[in-house]
């Protein structure tokens, strides 16, 4: 009945077995039919099995028979004549330690990826390949365990290794399937909470341990290995939002966003931050309290780098570990939205770190980057850059911003470092970069991957923003694809942030000279959608923080600033502020401590400060002329803005409809400017809605006792005119009652 005498591998097929040099295991391992008349033949890979037994699983009246040891090898061997077909069956396997386990076979199984996925993979337009890449929860004919499934066409051989089979690379080879590059296998008994990683015999014949590149979840770095996860079983209770979301239409809407740092926001002590379920209520309490429409989270993808705040991604596909579980991520999303917060991350597909753990030379050739380092190499970050025209690599990148929003619900994406994907000579000197196929510039496998990006997340998930950090003049990076545009939904203003805080960095008495710096950006501002931000990038690297950028003594420097947020605020365009600018942080942002939080108690400034952009978001979000025209010409017109000998600035902001007046008037000295006569739309009276000098602030309190009344007297291009005091170093703000 069972015989084992001779041995029905040839030499060479056993010696690819033994050296794990076989391409496709799954052919020779497991249970194959030897014929109709022959029976059935069993092979096993087992290193540390000292016996192993067949047991039928469903067929009570199939055989059980035991395998023999292939001498000199840890190949197990047996065969049967008393069943013609092959049938569900466990290998009961004795260790050396004298244990017993009982488990169905990994190669048992049919590949968990068909044709139809492969094919779109290779294609580049398999949308939801993070379900079918990576380690995948699964029940296949009952049996509960983990496909693992891994891209890399030019290894020779990948195994599967992990805390449930020793590390060791004997245990689960892997198989290709066909020419797609895609290797696969299920493994049962594996389940949530498993560390894995692929051991790869790679192109040159070297063995090294890889990260997986679909990893949904990580041991918290230094160290590297993936751990098996569902992200799919969150119960989330945000429907209300999302369904709003779709109707949203975020051009027309008020959008300011608090830009965060999830390990330095706020800490539990000097080494320890908030967990993502720990930071849930104090920052839905702050926003709320505040009045953010939007909180930006850093990049909070894995990254084992931690000074790289998160821009040298090793894990696209998983929160990072430091602050908790994937589900413990979703739950500060979920908290958020359940409180009427939006929650944008940044996401970087521009680039990613060199180590060779991760996504650098992965299957020993460089197959998410270039080969020719003038394409593939960054040189200002020493990370490399994406193959943006080699379709796994698109599809690996927009399935993962898919993934975000999907799995985590996110609703906003801001895309870091748009510029160095554009240009192929980005800070490059001439012979260091490699020209396109019609002697230009631009990276045409990047602009193509960029439209693609926007349009499939936009048609995907609509409401999602997209949101492009672009620091030249490329254009229509905010209009679709379908009329030559990149079709982001927003844009850096990038240039109104350079402009703006160079003037307010200067001496008020040389103010007058440079009043072009704040007016310039409205000659351009109708190109794009643009959000003015005032980032991270602002607040680092011997920059100082906004309030010591700001001259004069501290009763100054604060009037600076609060006039600084308020013309943001008033200007047009969505707006976007770093954590701690909001109470005038005075040191410059460390990723290592949370923000001075102690500031708001030593001092009157600090604190007017936070109560100044609390009642600033107030205002924004209750005045439709401050943001439902943003984009249009008829949301903003100039009253006046050419007094520089004062450096007085006057604007009007209004509804698309030309109603929702308010008026507001920059006083960019020191000096109080007392019956300055600015002209108004309409007569009447005109209340004073927000004075950035009331005592409350910090400020002086001068102002209009509440408002002004206009007269029928022509002035700046306007039917009626008033008399307003300016307190010094302020803006003033005017609606019609």
């Known amino acids: ?419 160095s994907m554009l240009y192929l000579d980005y800070s490059r000197k001439e012979g260091e970069w490699v020209p396109n196929q019609y002697g230009g510039r631009e990276n045409l496998e990047a602009i193509e991957f960029l439209k693609k990006f926007n349009y499939i997340t936009h048609t995907e998930f609509p409401g999602v923003m997209t949101i492009a950090e672009e620091s030249t003049a490329w254009p229509q990076v905010t209009r679709p694809p379908y009329v030559g545009g990149l079709g982001f939904s927003f844009k850096w203003n990038m240039g109104w942030m350079h402009d703006t805080l160079g003037y307010f960095k200067r001496e008020p008495v040389h103010r007058k000279y440079h009043q072009n710096d704040l007016t310039f950006a409205m000659l351009y501002h109708h190109n794009e959608n643009f959000c003015l931000p005032l980032s991270h990038d602002e607040v680092v690297h011997g920059k100082g923080s906004l309030i010591t950028r700001m001259p004069g003594d501290d009763w100054q420097k604060f009037a600076n600033l609060r006039t600084l947020l308020a013309y943001q605020w008033l200007f047009p365009g969505k707006k976007l502020l770093f954590m701690g600018g909001e109470f005038g942080q005075v040191k410059e942002w460390n990723e290592n401590a949370q923000l001075d939080w102690w500031l708001l108690d030593a001092g009157p400034f600090h604190r007017g400060l936070q109560k100044f952009v609390e009642d600033l978001n107030r205002l924004y979000k209750n005045s439709p002329g401050l943001w439902q025209a943003d984009h249009e010409h008829a949301g903003f017109q100039w009253i006046d803005c050419n007094d520089r000998e004062n450096s007085v600035l006057s604007f009007l902001r209004q509804t698309a409809d030309g109603k929702n007046h308010t008026v507001v008037i920059l006083n960019l000295t020191p000096v109080p400017r007392p019956n300055y006569r600015v002209g108004v739309p309409c007569g009447g009276k005109w209340k004073e809605v927000f004075n950035s000098d009331a005592a409350i602030y910090g400020g002086s309190n001068a102002g209009n006792c509440g408002g002004v009344t206009a007269d029928n007297y022509a002035c700046h291009g306007q039917s009626h005119s008033a008399p307003f005091n300016l307190p010094p170093l302020s803006v003033t703000v005017f609606q019609t009652e």
């Open 1 to 419: 009945m069972l015989g084992s005498a001779r041995m029905i591998l040839t030499p060479d097929e056993l010696r690819s077995l033994v050296e794990l040099t076989h391409q496709s295991p799954h052919t020779l391992l497991g249970m194959h039919p030897l014929g109709e008349q022959s029976g059935i033949v069993v092979r096993a890979l087992l290193p540390d099995a000292t016996k192993v037994e067949i047991q039928p699983v469903h067929e009570k009246n199939k055989p059980k028979f035991e395998l023999k040891r292939i001498p000199n090898t840890d190949v197990f061997e047996g065969e049967t004549k008393l069943a013609k077909s092959v049938y569900a069956y466990d290998l009961v396997v004795t260790d050396k330690a004298g244990k017993n386990r009982r488990t169905r076979d990994a190669y048992s199984f049919l590949p968990t990826l068909g044709e139809a996925d492969l094919f779109l993979f290779g294609k580049g337009d398999e949308r939801k390949i993070y379900d079918k890449l990576g380690a995948q929860l699964r029940t296949i004919d009952g049996v509960h365990g983990t496909s693992f499934a891994v891209w890399a066409p030019n290894a020779q051989r990948i195994s599967v290794v992990g805390d449930f089979n020793g590390w060791d690379g004997r245990f689960h080879p892997m198989r290709l399937l066909g020419a797609s590059g895609v290797w696969e296998i299920f493994i049962p008994g594996v389940g949530q909470g498993a560390h894995y990683k692929f051991e790869i015999r790679d192109a040159h014949g070297h063995v090294k341990l890889n990260t997986d590149p679909f990893g949904f979840f990580f041991e918290v770095a230094p160290k590297q290995a993936a751990i098996v996860w569902d992200t799919k079983k969150f119960k989330w209770t945000d429907e209300a939002w999302l369904e709003r979301r779709t109707q949203r239409d975020a051009l027309h809407s008020p959008m300011s966003v608090y830009e965060i740092h999830l390990g330095s926001w706020q800490k539990k002590n000097a080494t320890e931050s908030w967990s993502y379920r720990e930071l849930a209520t104090p920052l839905v309490g702050y926003m709320k309290r505040m009045g953010f429409t939007h909180v930006e989270f850093l990049p909070p993808a894995e990254h084992a780098f931690y000074p790289s705040w998160g821009y040298q991604v090793t894990g696209f596909y998983a929160p990072t570990s430091r602050f908790g579980t994937p589900d413990d991520f979703q739950f500060l999303v979920n908290a958020l939205h359940e409180a009427g917060i939006g929650v944008i991350v940044d996401w970087v597909p521009a680039h990613f770190p060199r180590d060779e753990w991760a996504l650098a030379k992965f299957d020993g050739t460089a197959l998410f980057e270039h080969e020719d380092p003038r394409k593939g190499a960054h040189q200002d970050w020493g990370t490399l850059i994406f193959n943006f025209g080699r379709n796994e690599v698109s599809n690996f990148l927009v399935a993962n911003a898919l993934y975000w929003c999907e799995r985590f619900h996110i609703d906003g994406l801001r895309v870091d470092a748009v510029a």
